[in-house]
């Protein structure tokens, strides 16, 4: 099965900070790769599919690059409603592995 | 407006066993593959099953094969997880998503339910 790993576990910052979180393959995805964000008490909400093309909706703030088997996540100015925790989910086996998640918290 | 609505969580006995059922609206049910992913209490999204449209096509995560049967009803537009032998790492709010599959291996998960607790305790 696909192993995925996220870093950092979690991170603290500040409102309009840059963030970055990065997901690592342990083979490569091409770029079948997807972004979620999780609320406590909501369902997860995608931001990003393929590593780089944003959900309908999903503010320009946030990002997605890379391909193979690394790729970030990018907020350019964290906002209040940013914080929450992130998962990665590769899309190229039917195993749809997540990552550990990486939890944003308020510095 | 699409909506997932899931039930039949609850409390139950190790070894016991449960149906979820996912209630499907505001879009062509039949047309969907439809997937059941988990977070047990403090920690991360986990997979565990997902059934193609047609019902034809099931997949499983290792560790719930053999226990856990995913089926679906296209004509109540309705998903459904069955659960036995459950064990205390079962226990986990189960989410149904529906799957967009697009060009090559571009799938996503874009809609998902509100969650079900299923506490699995004696």
């Known amino acids: 099965d696909i192993q995925m790993t996220q870093s950092p576990s979690s991170l603290s910052a500040s409102v309009g900070d840059r963030v970055t979180i990065t997901c690592r393959a342990s083979?490569?995805?091409?770029?079948?790769l997807n972004w979620y964000q999780e609320k406590p008490g909501k369902a997860p909400k995608l931001l990003i599919y393929?590593?780089?093309s944003l959900q309908s909706g999903v503010p320009s703030r946030f990002s997605g690059s890379g391909s193979g088997t690394h790729f970030t996540l990018t907020i350019s100015s964290l906002q209040p409603e940013d914080f929450a925790t992130y998962y990665c989910?590769?899309?190229?086996?039917?195993?749809?592995?997540f990552g550990q998640g990486t939890k944003v918290e308020i510095k | 407006e699409v909506q997932l609505v899931e039930s039949g969580g609850g409390l139950v006995q190790p070894g016991g066993s449960l149906r979820l059922s996912c209630v499907a609206s505001?879009?062509?049910?039949?047309?969907?593959?439809m997937h059941w992913v988990r977070q047990a209490p403090g920690k991360g999204l986990a997979y565990v099953s997902g059934?193609?449209?047609?019902?034809?096509?099931?997949y499983y995560v290792d560790s719930v094969k053999g226990r856990f049967t995913i089926s679906r009803d296209n004509s109540k537009n309705t998903l459904y997880l069955q659960m036995g032998s459950l064990r205390a790492e079962d226990m986990a709010v189960y989410y149904c998503?529906?799957?967009?599959?697009?060009?090559?291996?571009?799938?996503?998960?874009?809609?998902w339910g509100q969650g079900k607790m299923v506490t699995v305790s004696s």
């Open positions: 998503a529906r799957a967009h599959y697009g060009s090559g291996s571009i799938h996503y998960f874009d809609y």
């Open positions: 505001g879009f062509t049910f039949s047309s969907y593959a």
């Open positions: 059934i193609s449209s047609n019902g034809g096509s099931t």
């Open positions: 083979q490569s995805l091409s770029s079948y």
């Open positions: 393929a590593a780089s």
């Open positions: 989910q590769q899309s190229y086996s039917s195993s749809w592995t």
